[in-house]
């Protein structure tokens, strides 16, 4: 009785799994963010977030850019990073692909409550932008002496 079954279910499931694995060559297998605060494949300039006991340090990988083309900005714990990268490229040339990201952008990055304001560094080194947010002193922790 379900011996025809059986064989169909085969070439029903071979088929499904060849589809999926077509649709992920064509849009990547992970085309969507995976996390509320994840960001999408492509996002430009790529970014690392980091901590320690002093500081926040934002890292912003963004070779070929001017630095005193970006408007860096804090406003209410949030770090704002804008800018424009241009790429040139002849006008007569038909791209078969093109992953170099050419535009505007904007970074915006929140910041712990402790972090201040007034003591932001911002340096371009090498294609990487640093930028180091101190703590308020009144955050850090602070030794007590017994009397």
Same mark, same amino acid.
């Given at each position: 009785?379900?011996?025809?079954?059986? #064989? %169909?279910?085969?070439? *029903?499931? &071979?088929? @499904? =799994? =060849?589809?999926?694995?077509?649709? &992920?060559? *064509?849009?990547?297998?992970? /085309?969507? $963010?995976?996390? !509320?605060r994840a960001v999408a494949r492509g996002t430009y300039p $790529? !970014? #690392?977030?980091g901590? /320690?006991? &002093? +500081?926040? #340090?934002? %890292? *912003? @990988? +963004? +070779?070929? *850019? &001017?630095?005193? /083309?970006l408007d860096i900005s804090i406003q209410q714990n949030l770090l704002t990073i804008a800018g424009e990268r241009k790429v040139d490229t002849p006008e007569n040339i038909n791209d078969y692909r093109r992953? =170099?990201?050419s535009g505007p952008f904007r970074r915006v990055i929140s910041l712990p409550d402790d972090t201040d304001p007034e003591r932001v560094d911002a340096r371009y080194l090498d294609g990487v932008l640093r930028i180091s947010v101190q703590r308020r002193e009144a955050s850090k922790p602070r030794r007590i002496q017994v009397k």
């Open positions: 009785m379900f011996g025809s079954l059986s #064989n %169909y279910e085969g070439d *029903l499931f &071979d088929g @499904f =799994r =060849r589809l999926q694995q077509e649709v &992920d060559e *064509l849009f990547g297998s992970r /085309t969507w $963010p995976s996390g !509320i $790529p !970014i #690392n977030v901590e /320690t006991s &002093d +500081a926040v #340090n934002v %890292y *912003l @990988f +963004a +070779a070929g *850019l &001017d630095p005193k /083309t992953e =170099r990201f």
